[in-house]
């Protein structure tokens, strides 16, 4: 699989064995016994491989690209090394009750350093904390996750994400707010931008404006969940209008007057 594979992209980059190999920083010898599957490539040339042509090991040594369409080789041209419609079963690990009902795996700050090697484990999820929200679809898959920092009020640190699971990310709307889990960063709860058409990444904003825009490329996320509630343990500053302003002087003003009324009588 791998030997036709490699051939084929190279013939679709237009180059020869001795070039690419060059290119490669690999000998001709080498290049083309992976190619006419006499050898195999060791990881670090698989990384190299990889590198070069933009798609994921994974992918390589797994997926025919003689079965692809035209579509399929235009997200690999565009730099997509995932199935980003979803279209494919993603991996996700669940935790269930005894009534085979999920349950959402709640998230703490000392296991969310983790999350980037463990989000697929179930050795890692079984022994994460669970919670029932009855008010929640049960054919959707929700997870609970903390937040850090003061990108994203009026969610402060220390508050508790509940997320969606969102298989076709083509599917997210502009301004959506969602947990991100990247290769890098981690947990990241950020309001999204979709660019995938155009940049193959979603832009990431903070609701906080001191904070910069960036960008994550689609081969950098592990998965994403669309926000749906937070947990926090404060309460969020409230701003009366004046008229509600008005009410509330009154209403103050009324009961320190009865007050008064009582004390003359007694």
Same mark, same amino acid.
């Given at each position: 699989m791998v030997g036709k594979n490699?051939?084929?992209?190279?013939?679709?980059?237009k180059k020869s064995q001795e070039d690419l190999a060059k290119e490669l920083g690999l000998t001709r010898s080498s290049y083309s016994g992976y190619e006419n599957n006499v050898a195999q490539p060791n990881i670090e040339s698989l990384m190299? @491989? *990889?590198?070069?042509f933009k798609v994921s090991i994974d992918e390589l040594v797994r997926n025919d690209f003689e079965k692809y369409n035209n579509s399929d080789w235009k997200k690999v041209d565009q730099g997509f090394s995932i199935d980003i419609e979803g279209k494919k079963l993603r991996v996700l690990t669940t935790i269930v009750n005894d009534k085979n009902e999920d349950l959402i795996e709640h998230v703490p700050v000392k296991a969310s350093a983790g999350y980037t090697t463990g989000y697929a484990d179930p050795d890692y999820l079984k022994v994460l904390p669970t919670f029932h929200l009855p008010f929640l679809s049960r054919d959707r898959k929700y997870r609970s996750f903390p937040i850090k920092g003061d990108s994203m009020p009026p969610v402060v640190e220390g508050s508790f994400v509940v997320g969606e699971f969102v298989q076709n990310w083509m599917s997210i709307s502009n301004g959506t707010p969602c947990v991100i889990i990247t290769k890098d960063e981690g947990v990241v709860f950020k309001v999204i931008h979709n660019l995938l058409e155009s940049k193959q990444s979603?832009?990431? *904003?903070?609701?906080?404006?001191?904070?910069?825009?960036?960008y994550v490329h689609?081969?950098? @996320?592990?998965? @994403?969940w669309k926000f749906v509630n937070y947990i926090s343990p404060e309460l969020p500053d409230v701003r009366l209008d004046d008229n509600?302003? *008005?009410k509330s002087i009154n209403t103050v003003q009324k009961e320190l007057h009865e007050l008064k009324s009582m004390i003359n009588k007694s």
């Open positions: 490699l051939k084929l992209l190279r013939k679709r980059a190299l @491989i *990889s590198d070069y979603f832009q990431l *904003s903070s609701t906080n404006t001191f904070y910069e825009p960036y689609v081969n950098d @996320i592990l998965e @994403i509600n302003l *008005s």
